[in-house]
């Protein structure tokens, strides 16, 4: 198809911010639910705003298609361009669109069960173009998506790690797993590492990252969303150098399955045994998700940040973050500056 090929001429300039919107350069990195959440409250805010995504998950419809078609698993792909998605008609008809999900008939099987329209969107642009970030330049262009979505490497990667069990009898037993649909439910995970170790980084992203006014990671699943961005080595070398401001959004759940018995505190020890390198300027936290808040500054303070701790839960009951509360908190982090 001619139509599709060459540069994209649909994506807006950047640094134009649009619906009054700041012209902060902002690269949110993450994946899933978390990065939907803060992909969410960024847009608000600018229109210069890029996702780098993950690319280990091996679950579910991203995983038949990764398996099958040997391509990026394209589902957190897909949720951060849904959470880009204007608020009009347009975009919230799109951002339906790809999150739909197909389902058979009672007592029928189909290869397209649980297959999410937007995954097959993006394969489908990616074959036809033959590159990766120029299809989902497309799908952003196609969706009206305020901002850009690029993975955080080029080839997908498998995530592993060991889990440990602690028997009735006090026994403790670790063993290895392997994959981010398994190690997501493990509990107690410890010794992560990505495969290949040596992966190459998104160009796009690392440039990205090297011209932010702020980089923001988290919230979102710490050892299979949030810490694969600094076990990558070319990506956690742009994450160290880049002369952005960096804030670490905390999650509302600190004690989620693969995070089972780790505090507030923990979290950020996590990030400082795995990338000792690494800086951080703002950790942005609910109150109600600190336990111990001497503790928890302490363990920001090693990492050379500062705590600011705000409302940012849409209810008191759930661990959702308000997205007008979110983009509040992040506009009093970038302006305090």
């Not at 300039?13 to 919107?21: D, E, R, T, V």
Request: charged content about 20%; hydrophobic content about 45%.
């Amino acid at each position: 198809m001619a139509l599709l090929t060459g540069p994209l001429p649909l994506i807006p300039p950047k640094n134009q911010a649009q619906n009054g919107g700041s012209d902060t350069s902002v690269v949110a990195l993450g994946g899933g639910h978390g990065l939907y959440a803060s992909l969410s409250a960024l847009r608000l805010l600018t229109s210069d705003l890029t996702a780098v995504v993950t690319v280990a998950d091996d679950g579910g419809s991203s995983g038949k298609l990764r398996d099958e078609l040997g391509v990026l698993p394209p589902g957190d792909l897909r949720m951060a361009l849904s959470a880009l998605c204007d608020d009009t008609d347009w975009g919230r008809t799109w951002r339906d669109v790809m999150q739909h999900r197909f389902q058979s008939k009672p007592g029928r099987n189909s290869s397209l069960d649980q297959h999410a329209m937007g995954n097959l969107l993006i394969v489908t642009l990616w074959e036809l173009l033959g590159n990766t970030v120029d299809g989902l330049r497309w799908a952003g262009a196609l969706l009206g998506a305020r901002g850009q979505v690029l993975p955080m490497a080029s080839v997908p990667l498998t995530i592993q790690g060991r889990s440990r069990k602690t028997a009735e009898d006090g026994t403790e037993t670790t063993h290895r797993i392997a994959g981010q649909s398994v190690l997501a439910t493990a509990g107690m995970v410890e010794d992560v590492r990505l495969l290949p170790e040596n992966a190459a980084a998104c160009v796009e992203a690392l440039e990205a990252i090297e011209l932010a006014d702020w980089v923001v990671l988290g919230p979102g699943s710490w050892y299979t969303s949030v810490l694969p961005h600094l076990l990558l080595p070319e990506l956690r070398q742009a994450l160290c150098n880049t002369p952005a401001k960096r804030c670490l959004a905390m999650n509302l759940d600190v004690n989620d399955k693969e995070a089972e018995g780790m505090s507030a505190a923990d979290h950020l020890r996590v990030i400082s045994k795995y990338a000792p390198e690494f800086g951080v300027d703002v950790v942005l936290a609910d109150p109600t998700s600190v336990g111990d808040r001497d503790e928890f500054e302490a363990a920001a303070t090693a990492l050379g940040a500062e705590v600011v701790l705000t409302r940012v839960r849409a209810s008191n009951k759930q661990a959702v973050h308000d997205p007008l509360r979110l983009a509040a908190a992040f506009h009093d982090v970038f302006a305090g500056t």
